[in-house]
């Protein structure tokens, strides 16, 4: 799932190979696009509020594709996966996306073109990330987090940030909105919280661990304050990240706001980048 940066819009891709559009002042369904032939997985908003880039999920195509929600036409694919996207991540100053994979790559995106604009080989599952200015993105994997400028990534990580031995595979690499901070979750169920300028470790929550097939999302508040993570047991956490202290531990946590949260959206929560 994904809010889009400045409109009242979420987008969410369902195991029923759909992807449907809400907005979110109104909790209303504005549109449900099938995705049948090709399945999805990741979507994420591009800067137009109803043009999207997802990802699939049916084993023999790993193309990502940019989508007009608008009136259903595909406007571009990007070639270049050879097996499952596990990470994608928008520049919010320019046209420009990354894309991490099973295949033990990470591939570099202009919207506007075909062809991937450049790669980098990892040897691990990859979680990838830019930071909020779109000058930075990380990509962790084998316990570390690797900082790149986004202008010169071909001379190679200019930080590398370890996260205390961890080395299961990651899921999910973050930045708060004030790129101060970054977590990682991983596929054990841990929660790192980073200085992202330092790289030193702040503390680490932990969560029943998701199913294999499953990504063990969690999210800062807006202002950076509060880490929020779903969780395996269905369970919705947050934790205060200056005291480190749980805050919140939920059974049924859109009750909070609306009702019925299903099991699987419990273990995928994303913040909204505007509002608590």
């Known amino acids: 799932m994904d ?38 997985d990741l979507v994420c908003f591009t800067s137009h509020p109803t043009t999207v880039i997802y990802s699939s999920k049916n084993g023999w195509d790993e193309s990502l594709r940019l ?10 694919y990007f070639k270049g996966h050879h097996d499952r996207v596990v990470s994608l991540s928008l520049n919010s100053r320019n046209e420009s996306f990354i894309s991490g994979s099973l295949d033990r790559t990470v591939l570099l995106w ?31 994997f084998g316990g570390y987090i690797r900082m790149f400028d986004a202008r010169m990534y071909e001379k190679g990580p200019f930080e590398i ?14 930045f708060s909105n004030d790129g101060r901070l970054m977590l990682l979750t991983t596929m054990d169920g ?39 993570s779903g969780s395996g047991d269905g369970r919705a956490y947050a934790w205060s990240v200056r005291s480190g202290k749980e805050m919140l531990n939920v059974v ?12 699987l959206a419990a273990k995928n929560t994303r913040g909204n980048p505007q509002k608590i």
């Open 3 to 40: 809010f889009h940066r400045t409109s009242g819009y979420l987008v969410t891709a369902s195991e029923d190979e759909s992807i449907r559009l809400y907005d979110v002042s109104s909790a209303t369904c504005l549109k449900t696009i099938n995705s049948k032939k090709y399945g999805v």
């Open 67 to 76: 989508l007009s929600l608008h009136d259903n036409k595909y406007l571009r």
């Open 161 to 174: 940030f370890s996260v205390g031995g961890d080395v299961s595979d990651a899921n999910v690499v973050k």
């Open 252 to 263: 049924d946590p859109w009750n909070v706001v609306m009702s019925g949260l299903s099991d």
């Open 110 to 140: 202009d919207q506007r073109a075909e062809k991937c604009q450049g790669l980098l080989r990892v040897q691990g599952r990859p979680a990838i990330s830019y930071d909020d200015q779109g000058l930075v993105f990380a990509i962790a």
């Open 190 to 228: 841990h929660i790192h919280v980073l200085d992202s300028f330092r790289g030193t470790h702040l503390s680490t929550y932990n969560v029943k661990p998701v199913p294999s097939n499953c990504t063990l999302e969690a999210s800062f508040s807006p202002e950076g304050m509060f880490v929020i």
